[in-house]
C-alpha cells in the first residue's frame, strides 16, 4: 500500500505565504514525477505544477513566478511553497506522485486526499 500525505493548507490573507507538503510512504521502489494539482469550486482540476526525477520543473502560467515546486528524494516528499497568494488561487489542493512499487511494475498514479487553501481579499 501506499499513501500520499498532504499537510500546510489554511487560511491566509492575500499577499501573504504558504508551503505545502506531501509525503509519500509505503511499498515505493522508486518514484518519478511528482506533482501539485488543485480544484476551485465549480472548475476542473489542473495542474499547477510538477517536478521529474532529475528536477525539471514546470508550472501553469497562473503560478510562475510566485510559487515554488521543490522535492526531497530521500524523504520522497514533494513541496509547494506559495508566495503573493491571491483570491482566485482559493482551492483544494491535491499531490499526484507517478511511482513504481517494484523494479519491474508499470509507474502509476497516485493522489494524496487533498488540502484546502483559502486566500481571503
Known amino acids: 500500500q501506499v499513501q500520499l500525505v498532504e499537510s500546510g493548507g489554511g487560511l491566509v490573507q492575500a499577499g501573504g505565504s504558504l508551503r505545502l507538503s506531501c509525503a509519500a510512504s509505503?511499498?515505493?521502489?522508486?518514484?518519478?514525477?511528482m506533482g501539485w494539482y488543485r480544484q476551485a469550486p465549480g472548475k476542473q482540476r489542473e495542474l499547477v505544477a510538477d517536478i521529474t526525477s532529475g528536477g525539471m520543473r514546470n508550472y501553469a502560467d497562473s503560478v510562475k513566478g510566485r510559487f515554488t515546486i521543490s522535492r526531497d528524494n530521500v524523504k520522497n516528499t514533494v513541496y509547494l511553497q506559495m508566495t503573493s497568494l491571491k483570491p482566485e488561487d482559493t482551492a483544494v489542493y491535491y499531490c499526484n506522485v507517478d511511482l513504481r512499487v517494484t523494479s519491474v511494475s508499470r509507474y502509476l498514479e497516485h493522489w494524496g486526499q487533498g488540502t484546502l487553501v483559502t486566500v481571503s481579499s
Open positions: 509505503g511499498r515505493i521502489f522508486s518514484i518519478d514525477t
